[in-house]
């Protein structure tokens, strides 16, 4: 006769080990990221480009864990709003990457705006996903940004 305790074991082991599997099947989980701003650089634009900032973070997130991040934003006026398209890599400890994208309208060094997640390595390959991406600027001029969404990979 089993007992209920070595049924509980035995049921807990199975989704656990279908759970990563039902994942990679695609479905979409929650996703957040934090992360804050290590390095800046601006290289100025011309015309309607205000410029490209390259950049670097450190974070914390949902399924990826303490990661390093890098990557690139251009502002371009339209009008009088100022619009930011980005693109950039998230590190984790294991050096499995997460790539994504990022667009909005941003003012003061502050931003609003969606991510979408376009692929990754390791156990993020094939990732994709999407949500909203929100960027603050401290009194110390440090950028933090979080971003709120869902993932499948």
Same mark, same amino acid.
């Given at each position: 006769m089993i007992s209920r305790k070595s049924l509980t074991v035995a049921v807990l082991g199975l989704l656990l080990a279908i759970a990563p599997s039902a994942i990679r099947a695609g479905d979409y989980v929650p996703f957040k990221a934090e992360m804050s701003e290590l390095t800046r650089e601006f290289e100025p634009g011309k +015309?309607?480009?205000? @410029? #490209? =900032?390259?950049?670097? =973070?450190? @974070? #914390? +997130?949902?399924? $990826? +864990?303490k990661f390093s991040s890098s990557g690139?934003?251009?502002?371009?006026? $339209?009008g009088s709003d100022l619009w =930011?398209?980005?693109?950039?890599v998230?590190? *984790?400890a294991d050096g499995d990457k997460l790539f994504f994208d990022s667009f909005g309208w941003a003012w003061d060094g502050n931003g609003e705006g969606w991510f979408e997640i376009t692929g990754g390595t390791g156990r993020f390959e094939g990732a994709t996903? &999407? +949500?909203?991406?929100?960027v603050t600027m401290s %009194? %110390? %001029?440090v950028q &933090? *940004?979080?971003?709120?969404g869902v993932i499948t990979y």
């Open positions: +015309g309607k480009v205000l @410029g #490209t =900032f390259t950049q670097t =973070f450190e @974070g #914390t +997130g949902t399924h $990826i +864990g690139t934003t251009t502002l371009t006026w $339209i =930011f398209e980005g693109q950039g998230m590190v *984790a996903g &999407s +949500g909203t991406q929100t %009194d %110390d %001029d &933090s *940004a979080v971003y709120e």
